[in-house]
Structure formats: C-alpha cells, structure tokens
C-alpha cells in the first residue's frame, strides 16, 4: 500500500486568530449569528461554516475532527468525548429495532456488552463469530442484517481483521463495514482497504499520553452528517461531545503519533521475538507465527510496524499476576488497563478489561486464565527492558516451568 497517513497530518495548515501557530480554543458553547436567517440555515444543515452549539460541533473539535479524517482518508469525521461515545452512536444510527449485526466475537469488553447485553433493549441481535473464518461470518449474515463489525486488530487476542475480505463480504449483502482502528492507527488504514466507517478511542494511542478519554467516528461527509442531523443524529442526540480544550490538547498530541507508533511498534517486536525464542507462548502480529501475520503485511503501511501491543501466556493468573506485581516494581511498566502510554501498560484480560465476556465464552475464543496483555511503551533502552524482565520472570521459575512453554 502506498496510503501516507502521517504525510497527510503534516500537510495540514491552520493558524490562530492571531497567527498562532495552533489554532485557538474555541471557549464558547454557543455562536452568535449576523441574521435570524442564518441561524435557521444552520438548524435545517444548510450553513456550511456557522456554528450553532457545541454539542453540535465547535472549531476545535471540527480541527482535531479534520486531521483524524486526514490520518484514515476518509471525506470527514466526527470526534466524541470516549471511544464508546464513538462506537454507541455509529451502531444506533445504522440499526433499527429488529435489525442484525454480525460482530467479532474479540472485541472491546465495553463494545461486547453494548451488543449483547444493551442494544438488545432496541431488539437489535447481534452474532458473535470468529472474524478470521470468511465463511463463518458470510454464513451468520441474515435478511435483517446491517453492519459488519470488527476491530483490525482485535483486543484483546491481537486476532487480525482481513478488512478487504470482510468488504468484499459487505458488499456482496449491502452492510455496512465497521472497523475500530484503536490498536492500530498509521499501521493499518481501514478506510483505503474498504471499510465504511471508521472508529477509534483517542484515549489510546492517539492521544498516547493517559491523560484524557477521547474517540472518533471518521466516513463519508453524509454519514457524519446523518451523525450530527439535529433531529435524529445519534452523535448530536446521545450528546457524547468532546471539550474544545480537550480536542485542542489530543490534536497537538497526534502530531507526534507517526514518531510514538514506529517506537511503540520497534521495541514490542523487539520484545515479541526475545520472548518467542524464549520460548514463552507469544503472540504479536509481527511474528512469523502469528497466523495472520500475512495479511496484517498486506494491509500495513510499513513504516509503522505492527504495533505496540503484545500478549504471552503463562499459564496461570496467580503467575501472571506474581509476575506483572514484580514489573511494576521494578519500574518495568504499570499494572493497568489502557494502552498506548509511554510506559508499559499491564494487565490480565481475563479478569479485567474483558471481564464482561462469561467465562465459557472466554474459553471459547482463546482467552485464558495467564494471559498478560502488554501495552509496550516508548522505552529507549529495549534491552536493557528485556533484561529486566526476563530476571524476574527467571525469579518466578517462568522460563523454566515446561508447561507454559510451546
Ligand atoms: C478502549 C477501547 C475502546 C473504548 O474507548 P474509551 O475511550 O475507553 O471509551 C473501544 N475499542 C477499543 C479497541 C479500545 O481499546
């Protein structure tokens, strides 16, 4: 793929008011307009230009909103106070009661209980399939079916999304593909593989410094239209907007992204390959092994690796949990949800950031009791990270207990 996402970040130019060279921060939650006529314009989404309110848009978020649509190539986007305030409307705004969603079954815990256990209150059934099987989900499309739905790469099994397969599925039976890009943005450009619309939360590596939640919804002009439409737009109507100061913040921090993410992606391959030849049962799209590595390749935009996330599996939670405690004191990362910090992040699935997934379903999909996901952080020195962490996995008996190893 030749898809330049940085270079369209850096191509865009915009001042302050008074030639700053960040735009300003719009401060206001309302507009003022010259003429009444301009402000019925701008209700009936006639005003190209005018603001009305800020939980429609604001010029801050309209900025952050326009270097994000940048980043995915799509016509526009739309920007959310959270991730979920980005996913939560997409899906309500493409489903009717009584409508189908076929949906990966690893996804965002948040984004799994939204589809099993809340839009059902709307009648709107979703089946959860294994997104690698092309068949399987072909197979799980009804006549009330409406959206496709996955994550590139997913959380928290790292399994990988073959997004021109699933478009080629989407359009054969007129759904709309959904893709959520957190895991792995400038690596991979849904929207130019054929995705419909495209998700991410800001609060990961976007935003990459854990100060904020934050999300993105990026399309076509009509959709995000649709999205913002003051009398049945699920974006303008559910009300999850996004802060002016808080867009002007996460837009200065997207301009160090293309730099975060090669860094990210170079010390967790680093770290994938020690770990593998260690033996540990590692999985990261970058290896050999991982068994869509291949198409991750097809879909990549090289310079960006394959991203900062890892997982290894040790077998059982009281290891796992021996080992994260003994990291964070030796100052190798936290034991924390999220991703996408200049720290190493930690944690154990199982029992945390997918918890809302039933344990026989757990199971099922590979999701086990030692699983540590890491989140692999900007380290300069990889090595000497390595190094570390290997003594303490050596002070556990890890490396040498045969039955973690493959
Ligand atoms: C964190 C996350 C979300 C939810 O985003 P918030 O900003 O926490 O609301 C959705 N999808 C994925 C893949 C995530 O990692």
């Known amino acids: 793929m030749s898809f330049k996402p940085a270079n369209h970040i850096q191509d865009l130019q915009y001042f302050g008011e008074f030639g700053g060279v960040n735009p300003s921060i719009s401060d206001s939650s309302t507009y003022t307009f010259l003429s009444a006529k301009t402000m019925f314009d701008t209700f009936e989404g006639n005003a190209d230009g005018c603001y009305l309110y800020s939980r429609h848009s604001s010029p801050s978020n309209l900025y952050l ?100 397969g699933l478009n080629a599925i989407a359009k054969r039976h007129n759904l709309k593909l959904v893709v959520d890009n957190t895991f792995s943005p400038l690596s ?11 998700i991410h939360s800001l609060t990961k590596f976007i935003n990459g410094s854990s100060d904020t939640v934050g999300g993105v919804v990026c399309g076509t002009q009509e959709f995000i239209d649709q999205l913002r439409n003051v009398n049945d737009g699920a974006c303008m109507l559910l009300g999850s907007t996004m802060d002016s100061l808080r867009s002007a913040s996460v837009l200065k921090n997207l301009r160090t992204l293309h730099i975060r993410m090669q860094q990210h992606s170079f010390n967790a391959q680093y770290l994938a390959e020690k770990f593998e030849e260690d033996g540990l049962k590692t999985v990261y799209p970058g290896l050999a092994s991982h068994p869509s590595h291949e198409i991750f390749k097809s879909m990549m935009n090289e310079k960006y690796g394959f991203g900062g996330m890892l997982t290894i599996d040790i077998g059982s939670l009281d290891k796992a949990n021996a080992l994260m405690e003994m990291m964070q004191d030796q100052n190798l990362g936290y034991l924390a949800v999220s991703l996408g910090f200049y720290k190493t992040l930690f944690s154990a699935p199982g029992s945390s950031t997918s918890s809302e ?32 962490m290997r003594r303490c996995m050596e002070d556990l008996n890890i490396l040498n207990n045969a039955s973690v190893l493959v």
């Open 188 to 198: 991979i450009s849904p929207a130019k593989l054929g995705a419909d619309v495209v």
């Open 65 to 164: 909103g326009e270097a994000l649509a940048a980043m995915e190539g799509t016509e526009t986007a739309n920007v959310s106070a959270s991730g979920m305030g980005a996913i939560t409307p997409v899906i309500l705004q493409l489903c009717d009661a009584g409508d189908h969603i076929v949906s990966s079954r690893t996804i965002y815990g948040g984004t799994y209980a939204f589809l099993k256990n809340f839009t059902t209150k709307f009648n709107i059934e979703t089946s959860f399939v294994d997104i690698t099987n092309l068949e399987r989900v072909e197979a799980a499309i009804t006549k009330n079916t409406k959206v496709l739905y996955c994550e590139s790469v997913s959380n928290p099994l790292l399994e990988v999304a073959d997004i021109q």
């Open 357 to 388: 997934i039933p344990e026989d379903e757990q199971k099922a999909m590979g999701l086990s009791d030692g699983l540590i996901r890491f989140s692999i952080g900007l380290d300069a020195d990889i090595e000497r990270t390595y190094q570390m």
